[in-house]
């Protein structure tokens, strides 16, 4: 994997593995939780082949994605984008905690399988973030799974919402993995701090979604702060310039 930017010394140097942790390093002394959102896309924009994201992925992808994971303390995704995934607890240990980051399913309906690997193949309980008006008999049957279930006081969870219980349980290095609405709500509550986006190397067609999805609002300027790229894939790193 090579840098392009920012240009330091001999960009045709592959990046060790210590470079690369420091080049995605979370900003120190955090306040407040940080957002990180991951993507990849292919070239015209599809952000899914198949319906998964994954069928667009590479080494370089999956090199940068589990490094993600290792540097955050959340990672936060939607039950939509959870079950079409099949997510599973996280593996490797977290640097900030030293065990694996929680995964955190924003759900309004509660509608997940405890069957399913998110809950029986973990080391970590999930935490599952919904709404007022999700069933009193999901939120019982995810509980009894072994998550975590926090209710907040509003029909649907909003992006500020879920921010201020990641906060209150002192998540604040928060990685989210989608999906498309879930990224655009996050967009229009000016709630993403940084964007890193996979570009694919393949032509997808077809009618795949966007990486975000959500109502149209006011433009949010980001700055170029990393690109790296490892044959034809290129890996971008946008922050929000506050």
């Avoid at 991951?38 to 090199?63: E, P, Q, T, Y």
């Avoid at 995964?103 to 069957?115: N, Q």
């Avoid at 655009?184 to 996979?198: K, M, N, S």
């Avoid at 433009?219 to 790296?228: K, N, P, S, W």
């Amino acid at each position: 994997m090579l840098r392009l930017w920012p240009p330091t010394g001999d960009t045709r140097t592959l990046l060790t593995n210590d470079e690369l942790a420091h080049a995605y390093a979370y900003p120190p002394a955090l306040g407040q939780p940080y957002v990180r959102v991951n993507f990849v896309s292919s070239i015209d924009g599809a952000a899914s082949s198949g319906g998964k994201s994954a069928a667009l992925g590479s080494d370089a992808d999956r090199r940068v994605f589990g490094l993600l994971r290792e540097l955050c303390e959340v990672i936060v995704v939607g039950a939509g984008t959870a079950r079409a995934e099949n997510y599973r607890g996280a593996r490797r240990p977290s640097r900030p905690t030293g065990s694996p980051p929680r995964i955190a399913v924003v759900t309004a309906r509660g509608d997940l399988d405890p069957a399913a690997p998110l809950f029986t193949d973990t080391s970590v309980p999930p935490l599952v973030i919904t709404g007022n008006t999700c069933p009193p008999e999901a939120r019982d049957r995810l509980r009894g799974a072994g998550a975590e279930v926090v209710v907040l006081d509003e029909e649907r969870v909003s992006a500020t919402g879920l921010l201020a219980a990641l906060d209150g349980l002192g998540l604040r290095r928060v990685l989210c993995e989608g999906g498309p609405r879930l990224f655009g709500d996050l967009i229009a509550a000016d709630g993403v701090d940084e964007l890193c986006l996979t570009i694919s190397p393949v032509l997808a067609g077809g009618e795949s979604a966007r990486v975000s999805r959500g109502p149209d609002g006011a433009l949010r300027g980001m700055r170029l702060v990393g690109a790296l790229t490892d044959e034809d894939v290129l890996l971008l790193r946008y922050a929000r310039d506050r």
